[in-house]
Structures are given as C-alpha cells and as structure tokens.
C-alpha cells in the first residue's frame, strides 16, 4: 500500500529545497493572450532554474530528506539527461556523495559537466542498459540510496513546489499547462494546485511521438510505446512497469489532455525566441507551441504555462531557430 | 543649484515601482568565475524585465511620481529604443496619456510594437533631430511632462532600484560590473550600493566606439565624442550638454571604467547564449565580455555583472552567434 504525496508534503518540500533553488519568474505574454483569446497567458521560467531545468526540485527534496546513514552511503541514479544534472549538482552543494553511472556512449563532455557539479562518475557497459545494471548493482550490494527520475513521493513533492510559487504570485490563476512525459512534474504540480483550488483547470501536454502516459491511462497499467526521435528529447521514455503514484496520481488531477506535435513544438521554440528572448527545449515549448497552433481553448482565461527546462545543444537549437526564420520570413 | 538623489530615494523609488517591475534573478555562473578567478559571478538578468530591459524602473519611478495635473497633461520622450518602450509600457499601465514622438524613417513595426504597449505616437520629420523638435514643441506649447532617458533625479533612483534587489539577495557582493553610457543606471546603481556599502568596488563598461562619459570626466565637462557603430546600440549616444546629475555622479561613485571593444561583446554574447542559454543585447553583453577576455581583475572576490537587456534584431543576433560557434568549432 502505497500512500501520495499531499499539499503538507509539498510545503515541507519547499521549507526544504529552497536554500538550493531559485524562485523563478513568471513572465506576461501578451503575444500569446493575444493569440489565444486569453486574459492573460504567465511563462513560469524553470529554464532559468539551476542546472538549467526543474528537475533540481525534486532531486533536493529527496536528497535534503535523507537521513545521516543515508547520507554517508550517498545517492546513486543513471539518468545522462537533466535529472543526472539535478543530482549531481543538489549532492555537490549539500556535500553528499553522489555516483551517475553512465555507458561508455556518453560523450566525453558530458561526463565532464556532471563531473563538474559535483558527482563521482562511474562509466561501465556499453548501453543504457548495462549502466542501469552497474546502478543496480550498486544499490543492491553497496546499499547506496537510489535516486529515481519520477516516481518517487519526494520528487513528486519537490516537482510541486512549482505551483506553489506560481500561486503565491498568482491566485487568480485557472489554467495550467504542464509538459507530461513519467509524469513527477505533473503529478506534484496538478496535486497541489488541484488542493489549493479544486476548479483549476490541469492540462497535460504530451508528445505525439511518445506518449506513454496517455496510453497507459486508456489502458489503465503501465504501458509501453514505440519511441520515435522527438526534439522533445526530455519527453521521451516511458513511465516505468512498476509505476506506483504518477500514473494514479495523474488520472486522478488531470483533467485534459493534448498530444503536440514535432512541427507545434519547433514553431513553440521559436517564438520563445523570437518574441520573448527565451531559450526553450523542445519540452519546454510545447505549451508555446499547442497555443500557437490554436488547438486549445483557453479564451476568456487567465494561464499560466511552463517552461520546463533549456537545455539544448546549440548547434541542433540554432538550425531549428535559422529554419522557422527562414519560413517566417520567406512563407 | 540641483539636488542629487539619494539612497532614500532609492527606497521611495522601491516601492512605488515595485507593481510594475519584475524582481528579476540573479543567476550564478560557475563558468564565468572558474574564467576570472572569482569567488562567485552573479548575473542579475535585466533582459528579463518588462519591454526587456531595465529602463522601465526608471520611467515608472518618474511617470509615478507626477501629480493629478500632470497625469491628465501626459508624458512625452522621443526615444525608440529601450527607453521609449519603457515610457510606453509604464503609461500604459498606469493610465496616464503618452506620446513618443518619431521621425517619418522609424520602421512601422517599431511604430506598431509602442503603439501596442500603450502609447500615441507623433510621427514628424524626416530625421530624429526633427522628431527632437517636434518633442520640444509638445512640451513648451502643449505642457506635456517631458520623460528624458537618463539625467534626471526621479530616473536615476528608479534605476538605483536594481542595486537594492542585488545587495538585498547577495550582501555580500564586492564588486558591481554596470554598463555605461548616459549614466542613469549607472548613477543610480554606484549612489546606492556606496551608499550601503562604502566599500563596494564599482566598475563602468563603456563601449571603446562611443567613450563620452569617459571623456567628460577627463575633461570635467560633457564633451561630445565621434560615434561610430557599434553592436551595443543602447551605448551609444552622448552624456548631454547640459548634463545635471550623471557625469557628477559617475565621478564621485565609480571606481574603475573600463572601454570594451566589439569583439569582447561579441564573444561576452555567445558565452551568455552558449553557456547560461541567456539572449542578452551587446550593451549587457560588456560584462561578461570583459570577464572572458581577463582583462579585469576580480581574483577572490564576489561579483555581480548586470546583463541590462535583451532588446536584439533576430536576424543581426543569429548572425552573431552563428559567427562565433564556427569560430569555436573551427577555430
């Protein structure tokens, strides 16, 4: 018997990680109210987050929460993406020893920077796989603590630390659009706006190509789906065999669901860009680039949107932005 | 005899302005002090403020303070960059009748782009001189409340503003890295952080290609210098001959100036994209520019650098940093 998270976890996370957090902005776009109809449209700017996306909440408030023993073992997880990042760099701040096992795959330069925050690096196997065995291993025979990408009660409180910030500065808020991939960011962030004010409305926003949520939902049990190559890259995976609060969680708070797409999401990206001089992941553009598109209805509301994350390979994040250019100028 | 603001001021300036602007991050930057030796960098993002860019405290501090009469009067500038939004945004906002006056040449998105933010525009002439006198005679025969870009007591409080936001977070800050040109952020920022802190280390950015603040202090008078072009636009322009308040100012608060040259910006852009996934314009670029090319000596200490705005052409910026990472690729 597994028991969610509530609200009162969600302060006590806060309490907890906010030495190691910013209070990202909320920024006004009237672009995108004035696109969508809305009354008004907020950004909440996790790319501008430490480590460069949300995902350090809820690493902090699972990392935060260890006890003494726990902490002389130290965390161990595999993830090469931005939740790597967020424990590499929470175990480097609190002085927490911390180990990312990696594939032999993974580019020098990102073994450097997760280096550089501050993690041990143990590089083994030749595919992802065989780093999580090596994780595995460690975890099982060095009794390090585990530290997993989302379905975790205190990531998932951590993750919804978000909403509180946005409502503190926005009561008034009635609809909030959050990218959903295993679901930690969505399943903190919808409980804690849905206990504070049951009539919000949550939207979660998908990609077309990976959309191993919504089908797990329609399934009812966890569910695997083909994966396509999507510059949504943070978005992509599933929710796990074994999925335990995310999956309930998000059927329960949940109340709409919309699948983007490749060519949604670069247009999202660009406008980012273009009109408010923000750098976007693909994950991060798709509520952009879902009201852009004008498949959601959200006239006459007040909205807040989130930017997840910015990390981004300049070489790939410049040809995306040269080419949505290139057709604005030239249509 | 003319009376100089002070840190009291600052405060007043504060809370009147704090509704309309945004309390915008401090961002650290590893990167930036393992470059300079520096105990910590910190980057307080004014790119993020409303119009994108830190003009609009001062415009709201000076629009604000104007009584009833002057209210019902309006306010009127003839700028169309950075300070004309700001003048635009903050009436808008507040209800109060503006004017920016333009010549005939202003592109008509730029027209469109104050107009939307809440502003009439007066366009007349062929050139800015004529929009200049067109200005004049609104305010001599009208009795429009002039708003000038910087030598004024009401906008060098509202820009000291953001010294407040920075010594409140970071008390601890050492050295503060300001971007110079009219001096009104500059004014503001030194008055205030001295004012704090005595033994604050303040350094002016100016742009090697227009130096007249730098001049005028040499010569103890404002002095006219040759401009050429330059990618930090907002630096350009000079201090006003019947400069009041900055160059006074500037000389009793600053410590050190530095002239920062069109490659140092160019390179202080990339790394701020490529790096912190900030899009700054060049004129808030100067700081980290400096920083990278070791031209200043921050050894130890805990810096902040202001990245006063994001104001930047699309096209002109991807070339920018499309020229920079072919030089760091292929070097």
């Known amino acids: 018997m597994t028991k969610q998270p509530t609200l009162h976890d969600v302060y006590g996370a806060h309490a907890r990680i906010k030495p190691l957090i910013v209070d990202t902005p909320l920024l006004a776009s009237a672009e995108l109210a004035d696109k969508t109809g809305a009354q008004s449209v907020h950004l909440k700017l996790e790319c501008l987050q430490h480590t460069g996306a949300f995902k350090v909440r809820g690493a902090a408030n699972k990392i935060l929460s260890l006890g003494?023993?726990?902490?002389?073992?130290?965390?161990?997880?595999?993830?090469?993406?931005?939740?790597?990042?967020?424990?590499?760099?929470?175990?480097?701040?609190?002085?927490?020893?911390?180990?990312?096992?990696?594939?032999?795959?993974?580019?020098?330069?990102?073994?450097?920077?997760?280096?550089?925050?501050?993690a041990q690096v143990s590089v083994k196997g030749s595919s992802q796989d065989?780093?999580?065995?090596?994780?595995?291993?460690?975890?099982?025979?060095?009794?390090?603590?585990?530290?997993?990408?989302?379905?975790?009660?205190?990531?998932?409180?951590?993750?919804?630390?978000?909403?509180?910030?946005?409502?503190?500065?926005?009561?008034?808020?009635?609809v909030l659009m959050i990218p959903l991939s295993g679901g930690g960011l969505m399943a903190g962030m919808a409980m804690a706006a849905k206990s504070i004010n049951p009539g919000i409305h949550i939207v979660g926003l998908s990609i077309?190509?990976?959309?191993?949520?919504?089908?797990?939902?329609?399934?009812?049990?966890?569910l695997q789906v083909e994966e396509k190559p999507s510059i949504a890259d943070s978005?992509?995976?599933?929710?796990?065999?074994?999925?335990?609060?995310?999956?309930?969680?998000?059927?329960?708070?949940?109340?709409?669901?919309?699948?983007?797409?490749?060519?949604?999401?670069?247009?999202?990206?660009?406008?980012?860009?273009?009109?408010?001089?923000?750098?976007?992941?693909?994950?991060a553009a798709v509520g952009a680039g879902i009201m852009l598109s004008g498949r959601i209805d959200v006239k006459g509301k007040r909205v807040v949107s989130i930017v997840s994350g910015g990390t981004v390979d300049t070489t790939a994040y410049l040809q995306i932005i040269e080419e949505q250019l290139e057709r604005k100028t030239h249509p």
Chains 1, 2 share one sequence.
Do not use: W
């Open 235 to 283: 978005l992509l995976g599933g929710i796990g065999f074994e999925n335990q609060y995310t999956l309930p969680m998000v059927e329960k708070y949940v109340d709409e669901h919309l699948l983007v797409g490749e060519e949604e999401i670069k247009a999202g990206m660009f406008h980012l860009f273009d009109t408010h001089r923000i750098i976007a992941e693909g994950a």
């Open 68 to 118: 003494d023993d726990a902490r002389q073992r130290g965390v161990v997880t595999f993830s090469t993406g931005n939740h790597g990042k967020a424990v590499a760099f929470v175990a480097g701040r609190a002085g927490i020893p911390a180990t990312v096992c990696l594939s032999e795959h993974v580019p020098a330069y990102r073994v450097e920077m997760i280096r550089n925050l501050g």
């Open 130 to 174: 065989e780093a999580e065995a090596n994780y595995r291993e460690l975890v099982q025979n060095r009794g390090m603590i585990p530290v997993v990408p989302f379905d975790d009660p205190l990531i998932i409180a951590g993750q919804g630390t978000i909403a509180l910030e946005i409502l503190s500065e926005l009561p008034e808020t009635q």
């Open 208 to 222: 077309q190509r990976s959309p191993a949520m919504v089908e797990s939902l329609k399934a009812g049990k966890p």
